[in-house]
C-alpha cells in the first residue's frame, strides 16, 4: 500500500515518544508472548488517551495483560474485582461525616488512580458499570453536587468474558463507545503453549515487570500525538470506512463523530509505535476492527436472543467487508 509523501519531509516526532511506546511493546510483550498485535494495541490504547477492553474467554490472559501494563508504566494502579454486589461508591467514593470538624469529607475511590483495573467488568450490574461513564469520558467524579477532578495520565483498561456467560450483564452501547479499542487475546499457538505447560512454574513472569517508564514520559509521549500528519486523503479514508458503518445494509446504527475522532487519534498514535509521523492509510485498516466494530448495532442483533460471540463476529466480518471494499488512497 502506497504511503502520503507530500507531508513526509517537513514532519517530525520526538525520539521519546517512539521509545516510551518501544519500552512499553518490549516490557508487556515478554509477558504475553506470541500475541504482538494485542500488545500494539494496548499500548496505542495508552498513547492515545483511552481505555482499552479485553474480551475473551477465562484463563487466556486478560487480567496477565492489564497487571503488565500497569506494572511497566511504574505509576500508581488499583484493581477492582467487578462483582453483582459492587456499588458505585465502592469504585467512585463517599462523602463520610467527620464528626470532629463537624462536617463531610469526600474519601476517594479507587478510580483516583492512574490506571485502574476493572477485572470482569460485564459481572458488575448496569448502575455501577453506569458510574464509570464520567470517569471515562470527562477524568471526573461528580458526588453530592461536588467535582473531583482526576490526574493525568487516566485510562481504564477493562477485562470481560463472553457476556453470554452465567452471571454477567452486557456492557451498554454507551458504555462501550467509551473504550477506544476492544480486542480479544485468544488461545496461545500450540508450540508455544507446550512451551508454557513445561516451563512456567510457581512464579508469574508479570510480578518480575519493572517499572520502564515515569509518568511524565508517558503524559510527554501522549501530548506527542496530536502532532501527527493527517494528509487530506488519509482524512478522506478515514471518513469513508466511518460513513460506510451508517449506510451499510446490515448496519441499524453506525459509528458516531466521537467514535470517529477517537479512529483518528487511536491512527495517530499507532503511527508513532511504528516510528513515523504521519498517518498512512494501514494505521486505519488495521484499527477498523478494533476502534470501530463494538460501535455499530447489527440490525437484528438482539442482546436478549443472540449470544455475544455472536454479535461480536457479525460486527468484525462487516468492518472488515468494509475496509475490503472501501477505496484506498494511493
Keep these: 500500500m502506497a504511503e502520503p509523501s507530500r507531508t513526509r519531509?517537513?514532519?517530525?516526532?520526538?525520539?521519546?515518544?517512539?521509545?516510551?511506546?518501544?519500552?512499553?511493546?518490549?516490557?508487556?510483550?515478554?509477558?504475553?508472548?506470541?500475541k504482538p498485535d494485542v500488545v500494539e494495541r494496548a499500548v496505542v490504547t495508552l498513547l492515545a488517551r483511552g481505555h482499552l477492553l479485553i474480551e475473551d474467554v477465562p484463563g487466556v490472559g486478560k487480567t496477565t495483560l492489564a497487571?503488565?501494563?500497569?506494572?511497566?508504566?511504574?505509576?500508581?494502579?488499583?484493581?477492582?474485582?467487578?462483582?453483582?454486589?459492587?456499588?458505585?461508591?465502592?469504585?467512585?467514593?463517599?462523602?463520610?461525616?467527620?464528626?470532629?470538624?463537624?462536617?463531610?469529607?469526600f474519601r476517594p475511590g479507587p478510580v483516583f488512580t492512574h490506571l485502574l483495573v476493572a477485572d470482569e467488568i460485564n459481572r458488575a450490574t448496569?448502575?455501577?458499570?453506569?458510574?464509570?461513564?464520567?470517569?471515562?469520558?470527562?477524568?471526573?467524579?461528580?458526588i453530592d453536587g461536588a467535582t473531583h477532578r482526576l490526574e493525568e495520565p487516566f485510562a481504564v483498561i477493562a477485562t470481560q468474558n463472553p457476556d453470554d456467560a452465567a452471571g454477567t450483564y452486557p456492557l451498554p452501547e454507551s458504555?462501550?463507545?467509551?473504550?477506544?479499542?476492544?480486542?480479544?487475546?485468544?488461545?496461545?499457538?500450540a508450540a508455544l503453549?507446550?512451551?508454557?505447560?513445561?516451563?512456567?512454574?510457581?512464579?508469574?513472569?508479570?510480578?518480575?515487570?519493572?517499572?520502564?517508564?515515569?509518568?511524565?514520559?508517558?503524559?510527554a509521549a501522549q501530548r506527542e500525538v496530536d502532532a501527527v500528519v493527517?494528509?487530506?486523503?488519509?482524512?478522506?479514508?478515514?471518513?469513508?470506512?466511518?460513513?460506510?458503518?451508517?449506510?451499510?445494509?446490515?448496519?441499524?446504527?453506525?459509528?458516531?463523530?466521537?467514535?470517529a475522532l477517537a479512529f483518528v487519534r487511536a491512527a495517530k498514535a499507532r503511527a508513532i509505535v511504528r516510528g513515523r509521523s504521519y498517518v498512512i492509510p494501514d494505521d486505519l485498516s488495521d484499527l477498523a476492527g478494533p476502534v470501530l466494530a463494538h460501535r455499530i448495532r447489527v440490525h437484528g442483533a438482539d442482546p436478549a436472543l443472540l449470544p455475544g460471540d455472536a454479535r461480536r463476529s457479525d460486527a468484525d466480518r462487516i468492518v472488515h467487508e468494509i475496509v475490503q471494499r472501501t477505496d484506498v488512497p494511493l
Design 230 to 259: 493527517l494528509e487530506a486523503s488519509v482524512v478522506d479514508y478515514a471518513y469513508a470506512l466511518v460513513h460506510a458503518t451508517r449506510t451499510h445494509e446490515q448496519i441499524s446504527v453506525g459509528v458516531s463523530t466521537r467514535g
Design 9 to 34: 519531509p517537513n514532519a517530525t516526532i520526538s525520539p521519546l515518544a517512539h521509545e516510551v511506546a518501544m519500552k512499553l511493546t518490549r516490557a508487556v510483550g515478554a509477558v504475553l508472548t506470541g
Design 175 to 189: 458504555q462501550l463507545d467509551r473504550f477506544l479499542l476492544r480486542t480479544a487475546v485468544g488461545y496461545p499457538s
Design 193 to 219: 503453549e507446550k512451551q508454557i505447560l513445561s516451563t512456567r512454574g510457581g512464579t508469574e513472569p508479570v510480578d518480575e515487570i519493572e517499572a520502564v517508564l515515569t509518568v511524565a514520559q508517558l503524559v
Design 126 to 142: 448496569p448502575k455501577t458499570q453506569s458510574a464509570l461513564l464520567e470517569v471515562m469520558s470527562e477524568r471526573q467524579v461528580s
Design 67 to 105: 497487571r503488565a501494563l500497569a506494572r511497566a508504566l511504574g505509576t500508581d494502579f488499583r484493581r477492582v474485582q467487578c462483582t453483582s454486589d459492587l456499588m458505585p461508591s465502592e469504585l467512585l467514593g463517599v462523602n463520610v461525616y467527620n464528626a470532629s470538624e463537624r462536617r463531610f469529607e
